[in-house]
């Protein structure tokens, strides 16, 4: 399951408007890439449940909310992999379990629901009295076999910036270190308050040919705007690719805003990655229904 890499699909897009700014926009769909354990999760995930086996660990432990995509591909993994998971949720929904808590469950993963402040102490806490021996995964999936694994995410070399939604930061550095000097990665944070982010990068990577684009998280972390709907439904319309509404569509959304107001220079090729994470699209639908609103 991990150990090869996988092919990559690479497509262009392209519309009136970016014909006029003559920008060279394309998509590597790491949608596309494993059907068992989608988008950037199947790259952070790689060598981390390779590291797990090799040193005999049959339990996964890891961190996540109620709509992570890690927590959703950690679980498929392992369950592929014959390795038990257990997953610490940030929250309570033992009465109601959304889409993606509900994969999880079914996929063989044990659930541990944690109120807020527990959560945020949870490195304070000794998991390991109450589970027994177990490899860590931290939230997100992000430490240095994640970010060394995600060198190898862009293989194709000719373009000038390669775009990257943000969460933890771990995707991105990778992305960064597997960067030729001579071009550029643009992160574009989905949390509220990312200026953090930074810092986090930072720790996986020594140069400066990057930055984090704070403008577009469209109020945080899992929040959505009608705006913001009704661009990921005409994105689909126009270009045949689902977006997500977590990271990969305030990433599309910021960068057709940068594009139409001259951010990159004409005769830009911009790559951006596709992290996946469409499994969480039913149930942000489920919480859109209130407001008359859905994802296509």
């Known amino acids: 399951m991990f150990s090869q890499v996988i092919n990559q699909d690479i497509k262009e897009i392209t519309n009136s408007m970016l014909k006029s700014k003559k920008v060279k926009l394309l998509i590597q ?6 059907p068992d354990c989608m988008g950037n999760k199947w790259w952070k995930l790689r ?6 086996v090799r040193q005999n660990q049959r339990i996964i ?3 996540g909310g109620a709509f992570s995509n890690h927590i959703a591909a950690t679980a498929l993994a392992c369950n592929k992999l014959g390795l038990k998971s257990i997953g610490i949720i940030r929250g309570d929904f033992t009465a109601n379990l959304n889409p993606t808590l509900l994969r999880a469950k079914e996929e063989g993963m044990q659930l541990q629901f944690v109120d807020r402040e527990t959560y945020r102490n949870k490195f304070n806490i000794d998991w390991k009295s109450i589970y027994g021996d177990f490899y860590l995964i931290p939230e997100g999936g992000t430490n240095e076999l994640a970010v060394k694994s995600c060198e190898e995410m862009v293989s194709f070399k000719d373009f000038d910036i390669v775009c990257v939604p943000v969460g933890t930061g771990g995707t991105f550095s990778g992305v960064i270190r597997g960067l030729k000097t001579s071009q550029f990665a643009l992160g574009f944070s989905v949390l509220k308050g990312g200026d953090f982010l930074t ?3 930072k720790k996986y990577v020594n140069t400066s040919n990057w930055s984090i684009q704070l403008d577009y998280h469209f109020g945080g972390y899992a929040k959505v705007s009608q705006q913001l709907v009704t661009f990921m439904n005409e994105f689909k319309r126009d270009f045949s690719i689902q977006l997500e509404p977590i990271y990969t569509a305030k990433m599309f959304y910021g960068i057709f805003d940068m594009i139409k107001n001259n951010y990159f220079p004409p005769n830009s090729t911009i790559i951006a990655i596709h ?3 469409l499994q969480g699209i039913e149930g942000m639908n489920q919480r859109l229904q209130s407001k ?3 994802i296509d």
């Open 199 to 201: 810092a986090e990068v």
């Open 29 to 34: 769909r790491e949608d596309l890439n494993n």
């Open 47 to 52: 060598f981390n449940l390779m590291e797990a």
């Open 275 to 277: 992290t996946g994470g």
């Open 292 to 294: 008359l609103w859905k």
């Open 61 to 63: 432990l890891t961190f």
